[in-house]
């Protein structure tokens, strides 16, 4: 299982590929160096940075209480020194990695000799800090059953208001060799607790139950609370600092996971050791935990468009193809119908081709689209008609041989829709003027799909729609993903997210043909829209509106509705309207119907924006 992120190498060649990229001291030899003559406590392994003094080192005899005991995953167990030194930044918690199942109980006395490690979640490359760790162990159970070592308090008063030191200064921009000041970063304060023992008190859920058996909290009631009871992510410098992932210690086949929405509240307490990993980093894994008590929030539903407005909506559906089972398509249809209100335009992103991620050079989705509008239909809604343009057979990224695209679907009873020259993948829509006004060359077309920003990459689809005889453009987009980005707890402060150099270029292409319609009608109603994987604050929105050609309609919102996706705690915008100046009276819902949720149809909530042209 995911969650448990299991140690496959040898810590022998981690430890040696961590050398060798400068990230670990000492040198291979160090590795088989002479075991210590004097009495190595687990502080002194610790030390006051994130990587150990005694990295690459045997020790032997290092004693410590048993606090948490994990069978699965990466197996193993923690210890923890109970004769804490006086010194805050070294932890008195470690965990003693042994490969199979341990032998030893919660609350054994051991000793343990091994070697000293710095093991990288997700591998020296992915920017994640390193948890130090005993490895190669040899055990000796002195006394069972002792008491264990109190637990330190994580809650709003412990954890620090600022979030992490400012790695600029330092080697690489790396916060690794710099001296934990934990009562100024919460990163260094969540780190000078690695291995030991904590708790948290009641605490609000803002991270749905996930399929890996895990959810977030905050310690933090007050910190940048969403209208429904998230915590949102507002700028890059407000991290949240109170977000806290909860993993259990106990298998789910012994105890099943609680299932908790956003807003329902994790009651009593919440003890384990602290650990660090690859999907999320700082992480109680409970030895403990609490009880989930429900929260009220329900899926929104959005208000329906009046006779003269236009309702415009985009939906990421999450690789929605026909070996879907049925039950997909008929919650994403109910939530078209119910939650959206059967929008007259609909932007979709994620349809796949018609046999699915099958990689076998089809590229065609008609069988996709005609089991959802059916469902559409069968639902109660309208039957609306789809225009795309199918891509090069596995040009445009996602998962292999799925060929994800953007549709159109739109209400042929309330919208038209102005066919001029269909496009094909290769073929590029430009802008011309007919009869005084913009149109489109290829309708619809894609936008510059040779451009260099596009590849691997979806491209954007335009289309000209027309409403009680007033011309609407409509720009369907799936920017770039933000794979490879380091995450915030990356050991680089800040974090380096190297996806926004193309979502930057691709929102740059798209304003520019914004530019061009406006050139040609300064009062055309243009609507640039979808899965823009970027954050209304973020150098990709602010591209995409540059010299005002385009507003982030959700930026119309109060900042604790301004979100479309939940991740690791962090309510955060990745879907996006945005409109043309002369769209100026408007309104604007994020429908929250998924992202709050344990029980998914997508990971994505729909917007909708409803004017009148």
Do not use: C
Not at 59 to 74: H, L, P
Not at 231 to 259: C, D, H, K, M, W
Request: charge should be negative.
């Amino acid at each position: 299982m995911r969650s448990s992120h299991p140690r496959s190498a040898a810590v022998a060649a981690l430890v040696a590929t961590a050398l060798a990229t400068g990230l670990l001291a000492g040198t291979a030899d160090a590795a088989e160096g002479a075991v210590s003559a004097d009495p190595i406590r687990i502080h002194d392994i610790q030390g006051t940075t994130r990587i150990s003094p005694l990295n690459g080192k045997a020790v032997a005899d290092v004693e410590g209480i048993v606090t948490g005991v994990r069978t699965y995953g990466s197996r193993g167990f923690w210890i923890q020194d109970p004769d804490a030194d006086d010194d805050a930044a070294t932890s008195e918690g470690v965990f003693v990695f042994t490969s199979s199942v341990p032998t030893v109980a919660v609350g054994d006395a051991v000793k343990v000799s091994g070697t000293v490690g710095e093991y990288v979640p997700g591998g020296v490359n992915s920017g994640n800090q390193s948890v130090t760790q005993i490895s190669k162990p040899t055990v000796t159970v002195v006394s069972s059953g002792n008491a264990l070592p109190q637990a330190a308090a994580v809650n709003e008063y412990t954890v620090p208001a600022a979030y992490a030191p400012n790695g600029d200064t330092a080697a690489g921009g790396s916060i690794n060799g710099l001296t934990l000041d934990p009562s100024r970063y919460a990163l260094d304060f969540y780190e000078s607790l690695e291995g030991m023992n904590v708790k948290i008190g009641t605490s609000r859920v803002v991270g749905a139950t996930d399929p890996y058996s895990e959810l977030w909290v905050t310690v933090k009631g007050w910190e940048n609370t969403a209208k429904r009871g998230g915590t949102v992510y507002g700028s890059y410098e407000s991290q949240n600092t109170g977000r806290l992932q909860i993993q259990q210690l106990a298998p789910v086949a012994q105890q099943p996971f609680p299932v908790a929405n956003v807003g329902d509240k994790l009651t009593g307490t919440t003890e384990g050791p602290l650990d660090f990993n690859q999907f999320g980093g700082y992480t109680l894994v409970a030895r403990t935990l609490g009880t989930v008590k429900a929260g009220t929030i329900a899926p929104e539903k959005t208000k329906a468009q009046a006779a003269g407005e236009l309702a415009v909506a985009t939906y990421n559906v999450e690789n929605l193809d026909p070996t879907d089972p049925q039950e997909k398509f008929d919650a994403l249809a109910k939530a078209v119908v119910e939650n959206l209100a059967s929008p007259d335009i609909l932007a979709l992103e994620e349809i796949q081709d018609d046999n699915g991620a099958k990689n076998d050079g089809v590229v065609s989705a008609g069988q996709t689209l005609t089991k959802f509008t059916a469902a559409i239909a069968a639902a109660g809604g309208p039957a609306y008609q789809w225009k795309t343009v199918d891509p090069e057979n596995n040009k445009d990224g996602g998962e292999p041989g799925g060929n994800i695209r953007q549709v159109f679907l739109y209400n042929p009873a309330r919208v038209s829709f102005t066919e001029r020259a269909p496009g094909d993948a290769a073929t590029a829509t430009g802008v011309t003027s007919v009869n005084g006004k913009a149109a489109l060359t290829h309708s619809p077309g894609r936008i510059d799909p040779a451009n260099p920003a596009w590849a691997d990459s979806r491209k954007p689809l335009a289309g000209e729609f027309v409403f009680k005889g007033k011309t609407v453009f409509v720009i369907a987009n799936h920017f770039g993903s933000k794979g490879g980005d380091e995450g915030l707890t990356s050991h680089h402060q800040p974090p380096v997210r190297s996806s926004e150099a193309k979502r930057l270029l691709q929102a740059q292409a798209v304003n520019g043909f914004v530019k061009n319609v406006l050139a040609t009608d300064k009062n055309a109603n243009v609507l640039v829209l979808g899965d823009i994987n970027d954050f209304e604050f973020s150098a990709t929105t602010e591209a995409l509106a540059d010299g005002g050609a385009l507003y982030p309609a959700i930026k119309s919102l109060p900042k604790a509705e301004r979100y479309s996706y939940v991740y690791q705690g962090n309510a955060q915008v990745l879907d996006q309207i945005l409109t043309s100046p002369a769209i100026k009276n408007f309104t604007y819902d994020s429908v929250h119907i998924n992202a709050e949720f344990a029980a998914q149809n997508s990971d994505h909530d729909p917007q909708v924006l409803r004017f009148r042209p």
